[in-house]
């Protein structure tokens, strides 16, 4: 297991706020992959060590129940130097990360303590999936997607097994913030299947979130989940996708998806225009 | 009331219903509706919004309206310049 933290330089902690001056290491266990040849901090990575710091310093370990105004505006880079700074009030965390006076990332959790955790569902055999690729910039374990089950103009469902190599899966158990990951991966398997007939697959990064509920605290090893992305709106420039995910056999509808889910949302992503 | 009138008073309650928008939207829990100024700047000096949270109130127009915001940023700069813009926007659009 490589480095999955961030260094630290300077830590001041406040009542109730923290304020983080950190680099990040050039040999970050998730840059390999994410994305091959273009290194970046994905934004679920971010997100968790917003959480893990809120747990070590200012003593916040009740689970995040939703992720709301998720915000990435500019890449986070190897060897790069950044601010993070957290607020926490009884039920919400908030964050905001800069780096060089601009702004990186933000957001607020909602906390609620009594944030069940899913039985796990049996592992199911597998149905055979149609012939569908799955095209993803992500590769290596940062490829946490496994295969298309389903794809059509609208919407595009697939699966992912969590395992040790899961990325953040310590102690066998991934944090529910790995559904943020899976989600955006769902909605480059759509974007990928649908322009296929396309001169080439168009790269898209996640800009963020009005909100994703996670309704469970974490992922176990051997866990089966399925992964649901609908297109809401745009081809190119500002999309939008609602997309949720859950355990046992994959649901047949956006409805159905809602309504069982894990980790639901909506979520928008950069397109670039077709000849970028 | 004139023709013109009742046309004012309803650019004024879609105008108003746009604010409730925004805030519903982005989630502006310290914001009221008569704190944010019809043709205040919505993005960078004025209400502070960014490119990310015109999406956001793009998805919600749409979905409430039923118009659609083409991708053009040097049209949608202008939409989105203002409550009273995006309102002419969302009422000739309804119009057409």
């Known amino acids: ?276 | 009331m004139s023709h013109a009138a009742a046309l004012g008073a309803d650019l004024l309650e879609l105008e108003t219903e746009i604010k409730k928008i925004i805030i519903d939207a982005l989630m502006l829990e310290d914001t009221a509706v008569e704190d944010i100024e019809t043709d205040g700047a919505l993005f960078d000096s004025g209400l502070g919004l960014d490119s990310i949270d015109a999406l956001e109130i793009a998805i919600a127009l749409e979905g409430r309206y039923g118009v659609t915001v083409e991708d053009d940023p040097e049209k949608n700069r202008q939409i989105f310049a203002s409550v009273r813009s995006l309102a002419q926007f969302v009422s000739e659009k309804r119009a057409s």
């Open chain 1, 1 to 276: 297991m490589g480095i999955t933290t961030p260094e630290l330089l300077a830590l001041r902690p406040a009542e109730n706020a923290l304020e983080v001056r950190a680099r990040v290491p050039a040999d970050l266990d998730f840059l390999e992959g994410h994305f091959p040849g273009h290194p970046l901090v994905p934004g679920f990575v971010q997100v968790h060590w917003v959480l893990a710091l809120a747990r070590q310093h200012l003593g916040v370990s009740t689970p995040p129940a939703a992720v709301e105004l998720l915000k990435f505006r500019a890449p986070l880079l190897p060897g790069q130097e950044f601010a993070l700074k957290l607020r926490a009030t009884a039920q919400r965390l908030g964050f905001e990360i800069e780096s060089a006076g601009q702004p990186v990332s933000s957001g607020r959790f909602q906390l609620d303590d009594a944030l069940p955790q899913h039985d796990p569902e049996p592992v199911l055999a597998a149905p055979t999936p149609p012939d569908l690729p799955l095209l993803l910039p992500q590769a290596g374990r940062m490829r946490v997607l496994e295969r298309v089950l389903a794809h059509g103009r609208r919407a595009t469902l697939c699966d992912a097994v969590i395992g040790p190599d899961t990325p953040l899966c310590e102690n066998d158990v991934a944090p529910a913030v790995l559904g943020i990951e899976l989600l955006a991966q769902c909605m480059a398997a759509h974007g990928g299947l649908s322009g296929r007939d396309g001169p080439q697959p168009r790269r898209g990064f996640l800009v963020g979130s009005r909100r994703i509920e996670l309704r469970t605290r974490g992922f176990l090893p051997g866990e089966r989940l399925w992964v649901r992305a609908e297109h809401v709106r745009g081809e190119s420039g500002m999309v939008a996708f609602r997309c949720a995910l859950g355990a046992a056999a994959p649901p047949a509808s956006h409805a159905e998806a809602q309504a069982r889910a894990l980790v639901a949302g909506s979520l928008n992503a950069f397109v670039e225009p077709p000849g970028a």
